[in-house]
């Protein structure tokens, strides 16, 4: 008798403690999301205080690099060593890069610490999605997908305004000093309530393959960033790292055949849905990005919006991606079916952008949104989708892993797709601006293609006007390519296989899923 009590006053225990662990998660999320929104507001003020505005892009570049090259490393450490103790000490770096960076004292040193600050955040989403994996099996997992988009969109939506208002009322080192108490209530939370499975692996990690793929994708977010920008296209830097991050990421491959503990296993790519997800992932970040960058401008520059509501020009597809996501979420864990919204989402995305491709000088604020509501109905049934049927796909003793390789391949999309969509848009830009304005369209934008407000307040009317339809065409030719790229995604969906989600009913033992991932029920942790 008193066993069944204390049986039943631990069911009724563990879903709170579960809440309260995610809770956590959640905070952690919202971290390494709202960093860089935050950051960049505050980027004119730091420029102002510490100088150097010639090394400014690494600000940014550098915690970009770190958090790219460290991302499968921190999946592979949490796979071998256990997820808890990697995930807090993700949460450990990057506090202390954080910290250091508010008490940065020049330019380089800023740059220094925001890798360091990088190196952690690399851990802190993969942890997130992989303990998510842990804690809750794929089928009930859809309802708490309405928890990660909305804080998704509340970071994309107040990160410009808090970031603004913190640089102006505490100063800009607040804006890495927020992250700390933030932090250590994270930390709090975790290690007093999430218990996972101890692990200790006796392989060693992967450094040869760590050390290749870390070059790799170092030499391809540079060109992505770089491309257009520092150097030409065409420049023999460029030319550089392409040659040496192609060699390293072919390297990397071939050892990964042969590692003891590969860092990727690449038998987790002979799954068919994970690769396409890997394939869908990508593209959603490839557009996402571009979007939130160039929606924005569009707005400012020719509808003659506000930049300090920035964040709230995206309302319309953020608000949708949230609705959508949670309804997707709630579908999937009622039904066990998820093949449609890929599907669906893919074709929204495709129409949506080919909507935004539409905009000219003459598109009001409401049609305007109404087509970012459908570019985000179709992100709201990807984003959390793409990770749900991608750890189905896998065994759970490559859990870590996959979620990084889908962060990564999320991470990499959104650099090709800034790099892409941003030189073509600089490009029509300058192009129409000579055609319209001729040397003096020419000069207004040989420095950047993208003005501030006070820039364009300065213009002559002419040059203003030439300007609004040079950023028409730009946006034009942007969400073209965008829509052109979402084919890609639509094509995969098609091919995604509706296998079972772990959790969806009970299975024979060894039993596999018909996309050859072994069907095993993910164990809940005692999270009390």
Not at 114 to 130: D, E, F, N, T, Y
């Amino acid at each position: 008798m008193a066993d069944t009590k204390a049986a039943e006053t631990k069911a009724e225990k563990q879903p709170r403690s579960v809440r309260v662990v995610l809770l956590a998660l959640m905070i952690t999320m919202m971290l390494a999301m709202l960093d860089n929104m935050i950051v960049g507001t505050a980027m004119p003020t730091i420029v102002g205080e510490l100088g150097g505005l010639e090394h400014l892009s690494w600000v940014v570049t550098a915690y970009t690099l770190a958090t790219a090259a460290s991302t499968p490393i921190w999946g592979k450490i949490g796979d071998m060593y256990g997820r808890k103790g990697a995930f807090m000490t993700s949460i450990v770096i990057f506090l202390i890069g954080s910290a250091l960076s508010g008490m940065a004292q020049n330019m380089g040193e800023l740059i220094g610490f925001r890798a360091i600050q990088g190196l952690g955040a690399g851990g802190l989403m993969v942890g997130v999605m992989a303990i998510i994996g842990d804690l809750i099996p794929p089928r009930e997992r859809g309802k708490y997908q309405g928890m990660m988009a909305g804080v998704m969109a509340l970071a994309m939506i107040g990160g410009p305004l808090v970031g603004g208002t913190i640089t102006d009322n505490w100063g800009w080192r607040w804006s890495f000093y927020i992250n700390l108490p933030l932090g250590v209530v994270s930390l709090a939370l975790i290690s007093a309530v999430l218990h996972l499975p101890r692990k200790r692996s006796q392989s060693r990690i992967d450094y040869l393959g760590a050390t290749l793929l870390t070059v790799g994708i170092t030499s391809i977010v540079l060109v992505t960033t770089w491309g257009g920008s520092e150097y030409a296209w065409s420049s023999a830097r460029i030319m550089e790292l392409i040659a040496i991050g192609v060699a390293s990421l072919i390297g990397f491959v071939f050892w990964q055949t042969r590692a003891a503990e590969p860092i990727v296993p690449l038998h987790i790519f002979r799954s068919r849905n994970f690769t396409l997800m890997s394939i869908i992932g990508f593209v959603t970040g490839f557009v996402m990005f571009g979007a939130t960058l160039f929606l924005p401008l569009y707005q400012q520059s020719v509808q003659g919006a506000s930049a300090t509501n920035s964040g709230l020009l995206l309302l319309p597809m953020l608000g949708a991606m949230l609705v959508t996501s949670m309804v997707a979420g709630r579908v999937t864990t009622n039904s066990g079916k998820y093949k449609i919204f890929p599907l669906v989402g893919s074709v929204a995305m495709v129409i949506g952008l080919y909507l935004l491709s539409t905009m000219d000088t003459g598109t009001s604020r409401l049609t305007s949104g109404v087509f970012m509501a459908v570019v985000g109905l179709g992100m709201g049934c990807l984003m959390q989708i793409t990770m749900l049927v991608a750890q189905n796909s896998v065994e759970m003793k490559d859990l870590g892993v996959a979620s990084s390789s889908t962060t990564l391949f999320r991470t990499l999309g959104s650099s090709f797709g800034v790099a892409i969509m941003g030189a073509l848009f600089n490009n029509r830009v300058q192009d129409v601006m000579s055609e319209r304005a001729g040397a003096l369209g020419s000069k207004i934008t040989e420095q950047s293609a993208q003005l501030d407000a006070a820039s364009l307040a300065k213009l002559p009317v002419a040059a203003r006007e030439a300007y609004q339809h040079a950023v028409s065409s730009g946006t034009h030719s942007a969400f073209l390519l965008g829509a052109v790229v979402a084919v890609v995604a639509l094509v995969a969906a098609v091919f995604v296989k509706e296998v079972p989600l772990r959790g969806a009913g009970p299975q024979k033992d060894g039993e596999e899923s018909a996309d050859g991932a072994a069907a095993t029920q993910p164990p809940l942790v005692d999270a009390v």
